[in-house]
């Protein structure tokens, strides 16, 4: 291993390491968006739950039917 890093300079394994990071970073940022509008829309559904829009469109359409 040491062998392979030898041949690169340091400043590349430098410039490479920041692009990982950087890269990395972004991943996470995007990951915790999503987990945020997730866990948004299971709020919305609960809530809807709670206040019973989906009993009175089941009922609604039983009537219907």
Do not use: H, N, R, T
Request: proline share 2%.
């Amino acid at each position: 291993m040491l062998e392979i890093i030898s041949g690169i300079p340091l400043w590349a394994l430098f410039i490479g390491l920041i692009l990982v990071v950087v890269v990395v970073w972004k991943l996470i940022k995007f990951a915790i968006k999503i987990l945020i509008v997730v866990v948004v829309f299971f709020a919305i559904l609960i809530g809807l739950d709670v206040i019973g829009v989906f009993d009175q469109i089941s009922s609604l359409f039983s009537s219907l039917l």
